[in-house]
């Protein structure tokens, strides 16, 4: 599991929507903001993690707590426009099947979280 | 929310199991640590945190964010016994009812984040 999150944060940084979404089950449920649009299947989350990483990204783990089948994970990502520098520090959890392979990620935070400095 | 986390974090360290079972839904699920026993309803949640509120403890606020009808937090329980200091930094997730009681709690720790220090 910790690998797992090791890759999905290398990948926001350096990686591409297909990198992102290979690391979920065929079926799995993505729900980033909790209380936003809850997305599911492989296509869906590719198109997703493919307008997240278009953007100039870096992502470090901050804390990391494994237990049962869940791992929860409070990170931080920057993200780098031509006028913006957005920082974002949300807690994640993600589930996992038998195989490794990403079920379910519910991602903590809103909008009160973003901080965005002009560049 | 905020409010519900911080009633929590306080009756850890000054409360009883009754004063915490009240902040519950009726029928509300704990599962702390993921991966443990499920405990459903008043009556197992007042007697598990009996349990844990008859202990000293200290509890403290990390990082909260939330979403949704969840909030998710990383905090720090500090527990003393008459030979030992036990720490432990979870990451709970907490999702609401409409009447702001707490219908679920996911506690993601295991035995590899409890540091214990004799006194």
Known sequence: MADVVSRYLSFLGAGTGEDIAGL?????????????????GRDALTSFYSRVT?????????????????????FRVVTTTEDQVITI????????????LITGLRAHWSAEDVHTVTR
Not at 29 to 34: G, K, R, T
Not at 54 to 74: P, Q
Not at 89 to 100: A, C, K, M, R, W
């Open 24 to 40: 979920f089950a065929a079926d799995a449920v993505v729900e980033d903001p909790v209380g936003g649009q809850v997305l599911q």
């Open 54 to 74: 278009a953007a100039e990204n870096s992502a470090e783990l901050l804390t990391l707590r494994m237990a049962g089948n869940s791992a929860a994970f409070h």
């Open 89 to 100: 520090e949300p807690i994640d959890v993600i589930t996992f099947d038998d195989h490794g």
